[in-house]
């Protein structure tokens, strides 16, 4: 594999020779193009290492029986499936994108030899995860409990990584529609948008109250969707305040995630008969519960790969201007979020309990899932509501340090 070596001297003598210059210019789209469809090759490895850890989690003490030869995998291979499959699948996962991270961080032109490994050398990449998945099952299970202790850490700044995401991408969502003379059909559009998602928010909540906290017993759920109906007020508040004065548009779609991930908690709760009208399924459940396996499945993917290429959101400097040879999104910042996503994809299998036993079919079910997804929630809406009161904040510190300046100088005048 050859790689076009650039410098700036070059550059400026190609300036007289446009067919040459165009021909470079030809040159690096093709290497943006493939380095934009290797995200989704990294995406689909993503993928088939959530199918693998799902396996081994249900089905690996006995599908895989070459494990109970394993010393590290204890009597019977107990140790290398359930939990502590998921584990050591994770930690494949998450040294397969660590290595691909220590070795792109910092590329910044398509021309730089590791563009190259990053959106090439695919035969080389499999052999890699394959031996980076299979390493381990031969690592002691002490090793491993410590992994999934510092994986609960990696997760949370994970959620924290992809609440950022969310939350900018609903601001440039809203000032996209924001109210524009040149453009009345967008004002009309966004205020029909934000309608919209107020009324399926509002109609949330009513049918958790009615579902979830149809009884005085059930006081935590009570808890759960009152603390989020106050949560709409405040933000739709804040956000029609004069001194703000954002519309309702981002704080529609805002309540809409509120109380998405309000209702995502809740279903995660234990199902008991007093407060939950699910009943608790044995073994694989119906095919409703696979479909919805499979649906969380596909939903850790694409949050995780959503947020990977939402590299510009986490830049300090955002006026910089993208030039033909510049990569079209931070490879580094990519694959550190899918090693912390490998991280996530392990807890949300074994519902963040490093020592308990999940069910099959389950992906994020239990008490430790509910409190993470509430505190979550919370963490979303403080954001927001900080993201909305910053400006102000900072415009009412700049106007406080202007007025004494402003008498100093009438004074001196008189």
Known sequence: MVEDKIDDNEVD???????????????????SKRSSRARYSYGIIFFITNLIAWFVRDYGD???????????????????????GVLRVSLGCFIFFLVMFLTTCFTSKLYEIRNAWHSGWWSLKFVMLIIFMVIPFFIPSDYIQLYGECARVGAGVFLVLQLISVIEFITWWNNYWMPDERKKQSCALGLFMSTICYIGSICGILVMYVLYASKTSCFLNIFFISWT???????????????????????????????FLCWSAIRSEPATQKC?????????????????????????????????????????????????DDVPYKYGFFHLVFSL?????????????????????????????????????????????WKLILPVVRQTKVMDHEEPEQEMDNSTSV
Request: aromatic share 12%.
């Open 62 to 84: 006995r599908a895989l029986p070459l494990l109970r030869y394993s010393k590290a995998c204890g009597n019977g291979g107990s140790e290398c499936s359930h939990t502590m």
């Open 341 to 385: 996503g490998a991280m996530y994809f392990a807890m949300l299998f074994i519902s963040w309990n490093v020592d308990g036993l999940p069910r099959k079919w389950s992906i994020d079910v239990g008490w430790a899932s509910t409190w993470v997804k509430i505190v979550n929630e919370w963490f979303a809406a403080t954001i927001y509501l």
């Open 276 to 324: 939950s009208p699910q009943q608790q399924n044995s073994g694989h459940g119906g095919w409703t519960t696979v479909i919805g396996f499979l649906i969380g499945i596909c939903a850790i993917v694409m949050a995780t790969f959503s947020t990977g290429i939402d590299s510009q959101t986490f830049q300090f400097r955002k006026d910089k201007v993208q030039s033909d």
């Open 13 to 31: 003598q190609w300036g007289e020779f446009p067919g040459v210059v165009q021909q470079k210019s030809m040159e690096y789209s093709i290497k």
């Open 229 to 259: 109906a106050i949560l709409l007020v405040v933000m739709m508040a804040v956000s029609l305040h004069s001194k703000v004065n954002r519309g309702l548009l981002s704080s529609g779609i805002m309540a809409s995630y509120v109380v």
